[in-house]
């Protein structure tokens, strides 16, 4: 069994033992300090290795080299295993290396929580041993050696490359024995390399949408409803007109299996090509605004300067043009870019914008990928067949040892915050990796983040502006629709006077219209209008959702449910009936108000069934639909070109949350919804209905008015000292057993209180949601001064919770719930 170093011995050194400490990932085993095995000649820091633990061989990390006594080293000499041997090709890159560390510091995590954020996915399988003979066997005496020995000998000089073992391919016991007795000889070495994969049949090589627009639209206006995966795939790459992908990109972008993309090759919508490259467009001429953004950025590429910028520009502004030319001048020098997008946005248009400019040279990350996919992918980078990589936030761990540049688009995205651990802020860790890797770093948004914006104010980002919307971009026009005057005069209605004039406009014109609504179910809880009792749920303290349609009552956190009842359980009465609105409702409310209308909802409720989302989704593009109700599903992802009418039925829902940002994602979510209208030649319209008309979310919204809100938000955020005028850690407790987990949050509290007089320490106190699934939960949130270090948290956190007690630990949180 492997012991673990003991670092904490302060033994005068003793030269003489040469050791490598092993970091494994914390599922394999657990939150445990590196163990420490004995060096095998060329295994370095950052070297992916095999070594034995307990009874099974594992893959881990080399993160340290060093000399040790055998009394530093803790157990005798004996007792050291050496490593079985690294994997070759896969290394970490020292960039990424120091990265990983400031990963674990900044989370407050060990390394082993974070070691697979690094880790090449799928490894594991695809591991394959070559047993080849060394020089040494060259010189080697026939007679010193067994029989067996000898036999293996001339079995392994026959074969030029060696005798490949693999999981799937592998080799006898007693070979085995024979093979690693000639490695204890010097005759025989053991060389681990990951097995390439490759794809066969039809769907091997690279695939392109057929060119021909006419045939791919009268697919999907003939076919869609029955063949609704094949038509998701098509609607998925058009806008990509001419770029090939992959057949595992495709599956992975339209969530689709090989049988749909091989239909699609068969019905001629797809085509096969020979390689990933793109039908090369030409770059259009940037206007005055992106020419000074290009030059700066260009500049700071070539000089390898640490330049943070903040690209900030409109709507239709043109901010992927600047990109692709500051990649190119990156690409030029012989440097690496990173490009990272929320994975929402990671569709096939942007794949296409970049390999039209940079062609097999992309690789994509993407969540979709299967493990053997992103290995695949994983290699190409790391060999360097691969300078550009694009994905979502863990791509920013990817193998790139030289990079030039590094491009965080929407940068304001809460996707790019990881809510299980390691909970890493990908924005923030993307800032450092630019300074490890001494190159430039552009953040881009329409809609910054709040901090984001302060620090280009502040001059730590360097502020690029484009003012200006490409030629053929307009934005919608935007009305707010005050609800409370309507409720004053007595003329309550989910849709207003505006709005209904508005979907009737649509309808007349054979246009479609999206209706939002971020609430599920038919109404937010059941009420008994004789006592005013409300049916909770009793594993949450939240109450039970209304689903007409299935006639259930349901927790959205546990999923607990029950049938609705008639009567009311506190008092016997007969008046039970729904309060509020969800997305049921609406969708119910339409087709009353506008019965010639054709509608369709979009929720998590309707998804669970199979197909559904395929089939609502291709029967819009389709125009089989006119009206779409959703929730926060509708606000991201594909085009529809007749969209002219996009409704807000209750602004006020994500805006009243207990949450410092409530305001910020309101804003931006408001602004998402509005671009959902007037996406063609079609001009858009939105109407936002709210009770709080003047609240400047809303406002600077209708406006597109994005720094009035700023300036309004920042002064908030500096009168209550919250970022960027501090540092969060959020400490979150639960438990079934309240009085013990109280105990235990408030003793985590004193001990943070006593680190600093200059930390602002608040609670334990119940969380917004005091209980989610049984479990009680509290809260401590530390607010930090800006310049001073959150890692001496840790020193607080040396308890272990007591049994039944869970503790979570969020630095930079981006949701106070």
């Not at 040790?68 to 990424?96: C, D, R, T």
């Not at 990963?103 to 929580?113: H, I, M, P, V, W």
Request: glycine share 6%; proline share 6%.
């Amino acid at each position: 069994m492997e012991t673990r170093a003991t670092a904490s011995m302060a033994v005068v050194s003793q030269p003489g033992l040469q050791v490598l400490d092993v970091v494994f990932d914390v599922r394999v085993a657990g939150k445990q300090d590196p163990y420490t095995y004995g060096a095998v000649e060329g295994v370095s820091i950052g070297d992916l290795v095999v070594a034995p633990l307990g009874p099974r061989t594992v893959v881990g990390l080399v993160i340290g080299q060093r000399e040790v006594s055998e009394v530093e080293l803790g157990f005798p000499a004996s007792s050291l295993k050496p490593v079985v041997g690294k994997i070759e090709g896969a290394a970490i890159p020292a960039p990424v290396m120091e990265l990983l560390h400031l990963t674990a510091e900044s989370t407050l995590c060990s390394l082993a929580e974070c070691v697979g954020l690094v880790m090449p996915p799928g490894l594991r399988d695809r591991l394959v041993t070559r047993w080849k003979l060394t020089g040494a066997a060259d010189c080697v005496e026939a007679a010193t050696l067994p029989p067996a020995q000898l036999e293996t000998l001339r079995t392994l000089r026959d074969l030029e490359n060696g005798l490949t073992e693999s999981k799937q391919k592998p080799i006898t016991a007693g070979a085995k024995r024979q093979l690693r007795a000639l490695k204890r000889l010097g005759l025989v070495e053991e060389v681990l390399s990951v097995l390439p994969s490759s794809a066969r049949g039809k769907l091997a090589g690279a695939l392109r949408l057929n060119p021909d627009s006419e045939l791919i639209e009268r697919f999907l206006k003939e076919k869609a409803r029955k063949r609704p995966a094949m038509a998701m795939t098509l609607m998925e790459l058009q806008g990509a007109e001419g770029t090939s992908f992959s057949a595992h990109e495709i599956k992975a972008m339209a969530g689709v299996s090989d049988a749909t993309v091989g239909a699609l090759v068969t019905a001629g919508l797809l085509q096969q090509v020979d390689e990933l490259v793109s039908r090369r467009v030409q770059a259009p001429d940037p206007n005055q605004d992106q020419a000074a953004a290009i030059t700066s950025i260009v500049h700071a590429v070539q000089a390898h300067q640490t330049t943070k910028f903040l690209l900030y520009g409109v709507t239709g502004s043109g901010k992927t043009e600047v990109f692709l030319r500051s990649a190119e001048a990156a690409l030029k020098s012989g440097r690496q870019i990173l490009f990272l997008v929320p994975e929402i946005a990671l569709t096939a248009q942007v794949i296409g914008q970049l390999r039209s400019r940079f062609g097999s040279q992309v690789a994509v990350l993407h969540s979709n990928l299967s493990p053997q996919d992103r290995l695949s992918n994983w290699m190409r980078i790391a060999s360097g067949e691969a300078p550009i990589v694009l994905g979502a936030r863990s791509a920013l761990f990817s193998p790139l040892a030289n990079l030039g540049l590094i491009v965080l688009d929407e940068e304001h995205e809460a996707s790019y915050k990881q809510e299980n651990s390691p909970r890493y802020q990908a924005r923030e860790l993307a800032l450092k990796l630019a300074e490890i890797s001494t190159c430039p770093i552009v953040l881009g948004s329409a809609t910054p983040s709040i901090e984001s914006f302060f620090r280009a104010q502040q001059g730590e980002f360097e502020l690029l502006r484009l003012p200006k919307r490409a030629a053929s971009a307009q934005l919608p026009t935007v009305h707010v629709q005050d609800l409370a005057e309507l409720y004053r005069e007595g003329r309550p209605s989910l849709f207003s006077p505006l709005l209904r004039e508005k979907i009737e406009t649509a309808l007349e014109r054979s246009e479609q219209t999206i209706l939002f609504l971020n609430r599920r179910a038919f109404a937010p809880f059941l009420v008994c209008r004789d006592c005013g009792h409300q049916f909770v749920c009793p594993n949450c303290a939240v109450t039970l959702s209304y689903h007409k349609r299935v006639g259930k009552l349901r927790c959205h956190h546990c999923g607990y449910e029950q049938a609705a009842p008639e009567t009311c359980a506190s008092c016997g009465g007969e008046k039970v009936a729904p309060f509020g609105a969800g997305a049921e409702k609406v969708e119910e409310a339409v087709s009353i108000e506008f019965p010639q209308a054709r509608v369709a909802r979009l929720d998590r409720d309707v998804v669970a069934r199979k197909g559904a989302l395929e089939e609502i989704l291709t029967g819009f593009r389709g125009e089989e639909l006119d009206i779409l109700v959703g929730t926060q599903m509708v606000a991201k992802g594909l085009d529809f070109p007749k969209v002219t009418v996009v409704g807000v039925i209750a602004a006020d829902i994500s805006l009243n949350l207990p949450d410092f940002r409530a305001s910020e994602r309101t804003f931006q979510l408001l602004s998402q919804v509005a671009g959902r209208a007037g996406r063609s030649e079609h001009a858009g319209e939105v109407v936002i209905q709210t009770m709080n008309p003047h609240h400047v979310a809303v406002e600077c919204a209708a406006e597109h008015d994005y720094e009035r809100f700023y300036q309004s938000m920042i002064e908030e955020r500096r009168w209550a000292h919250y970022p960027p005028f501090s540092q969060l850690v959020n400490l979150v407790f639960s438990g079934e057993n309240r009085p013990v987990m109280r105990r235990f949050a408030e003793a985590t509290a004193m001990k943070i209180r006593a680190l600093s007089d200059e930390w602002l320490v608040l609670g334990p106190v119940d969380c917004a949601l005091e209980r989610l699934n049984s479990q009680w939960r509290d809260h401590v949130l530390v607010k930090i001064p800006v310049g001073q270090s959150a890692a001496k948290v840790r020193e607080a956190l040396g308890v272990e919770p007591p049994p039944g007690v869970q503790m979570i630990v969020d630095v930079d949180p981006y949701s106070m719930l």
